[in-house]
């Protein structure tokens, strides 16, 4: 068996002086950016970290299911974000048609919204099943590329199935959350629509890290992950492991679509493929296939979004948020491919 260092030993040599330099100095003139911004106008320095927080829950809630299934399967589901999609139009509907969530109606949203939670992640983890048993299960072993491609056509369905359903304008929810304060810093306001993303996504989060290290069908996941074959030999139904992994990744995206739509109140029908692509370079930038590497990704990036689009001081803006989101996808797969929190693994060769 050979590894990667004894074919490139160049490359495994100078990769960790290479890692080391460029990654001091970005960290250096970061802090250096948000050191000098923080003492310009400390309440909006405030307030872009909080929003950018927030931006990283909804991320870390789609990124982990990223990962999940990557972790299980060696696949890139990228029609992971379009579910997410669904979820935000699935929260909007279930709030309005079902339940008569209406503008400003204060506390008594609260019972409603965790019901639309609920139904939005049980909608998204049922669609997402059916699509490994549909499009995934079939190809499990066929070559890689086969997947991949069928993960991007699914995607478009997905999208199409938005577009037809909701139209092509945006789906508004309502705006039904208390307007007072939590707290203030200066004259920055933190606010409930602000909070309840945290609210949602903290538990959801604690909740998946204790499926996967204490119970039993996390155990026959990680065990799944590891070895597939010798898996089935032990008893573990595989298929049905797989399945589940996949039901609980669309959980997290229908979550993750209830909390966007809350904070940012409307939903349309293509905003899966642009938001699943910043959380894929999120569980990438933490280490894909590590939990709480997505995690940090994920908050990360968001804050990063955050500071670029709210900071006053030499911000390059909005306009510039994808690129430098992707450029920090392309930095990692060049100089660190494992990911912040990721383990680099010897293959066979």
Avoid at 77 to 94: S, W
Avoid at 227 to 256: E, K
Avoid at 313 to 326: E, L, M
Wanted: charged residues 10%.
């Amino acid at each position: 068996m050979t590894t990667e260092a004894s074919r490139f030993p160049l490359i495994a040599v100078r990769r960790p002086g290479v890692v080391s330099v460029f990654g001091i100095v970005l960290v250096v003139a970061l802090a250096v950016w948000l050191v000098v911004n923080a003492t310009k106008d400390v309440s909006v320095f405030f307030e872009v970290t909080a929003i950018g927080l927030t931006n990283g829950c909804v991320y870390a809630l789609v990124a982990l299911g990223y990962t999940l299934v990557y972790g299980i399967l060696e696949l890139i589901n990228f029609a992971h974000g379009d579910v997410f999609m669904l979820g935000g139009m699935f929260a909007v509907t279930f709030s309005t048609s079902l339940f008569g969530l209406h503008d400003h109606q204060g506390w008594s949203a609260i019972p409603i919204i965790l019901g639309v939670l609920v139904l939005a992640m049980a909608a998204c983890g049922g669609i997402n099943a059916a699509i490994e048993i549909v499009a995934y299960r079939p190809l499990r072993n066929a070559p890689r590329l086969a997947p991949l491609i069928t993960a991007i056509g699914m995607s478009f369905i997905i999208e199409t199935v938005g577009l037809a359903w909701k139209g092509p304008d945006y789906v508004v929810m309502p705006d039904a959350l208390p307007h007072n304060d939590v707290f203030h810093i200066g004259s920055f306001d933190y606010q409930w629509n602000k909070l309840i993303a945290v609210l949602i996504t903290v538990p959801v989060l604690i909740l998946l890290l204790y499926l996967v290290q204490y119970t039993r069908q996390g155990k026959a996941m990680r065990a799944t992950a590891q070895d597939m074959d010798a898996s089935a030999m032990m008893g573990i139904n595989v298929n049905r492991t797989i399945s589940f992994t996949f039901m609980i990744a669309g959980a997290l995206a229908g979550a993750a679509g209830v909390v966007y739509s809350l904070y940012f109140t409307s939903v349309r029908f293509d905003q899966g493929f642009q938001l699943g692509l910043i959380a894929f370079t999120a569980a990438v930038l933490g280490g894909i296939g590590n939990l709480p590497g997505a995690v940090l990704g994920a908050m990360l990036i968001g804050l990063l979004q955050g500071w670029n689009e709210g900071l006053p001081w030499h911000a390059p803006g909005s306009d510039w948020t994808q690129s430098i989101v992707f450029s920090i996808l392309i930095l990692i797969l060049v100089l660190r491919p494992s990911g912040l929190l990721g383990e680099q693994t010897p293959e066979g060769g």
